[in-house]
């Protein structure tokens, strides 16, 4: 049942991808939908101390990330995702989710970045800042824990 629900949040996720990359906004019913899939996991697992922490540390998530989004930093669907992201993989690996996220989402800012210099004319300077799809961030890592989390359960 584990196994089904982390399959359907990553199909959730390369959704939330899609969204974030085609249109720079991750609609509502994404991290609702984690969020959700969070539920029916804990409920599976039936661990309610692990639920409980995991509920934390989505809240102290989301209360960052409201910060981030407050200064503009960071963007109200990539809150929600961030937030519903850690509900999902649970506190002890939110750390991990965290640095894989950052590396992630430098990656992403640094090749826009080159390719916005590769195609960028001197009439391009006035241009609007750029923003970058850390949904993609988001999702990508969240996927990578739900895979070790996997991993480790058919190794043993």
Known sequence: MVFLVSVAAAIIFLIACYQDIRHRTISNAIPLAVAGAAIVKWIAVGQIGPALWALAAAAVALAISAFLFAQGWLGGGDVKLLSAAILLIGAPATPLFLVGMALIG??????????????RAPADAAEERPTVPYGVAIAVAAVAILALEWREAWSA
């Not at 430098?106 to 195609?119: D, L, Q, S, Y």
């Open 106 to 119: 430098g990656v992403i800012a640094a090749a826009m970045m080159v390719a916005r210099a590769a195609k």
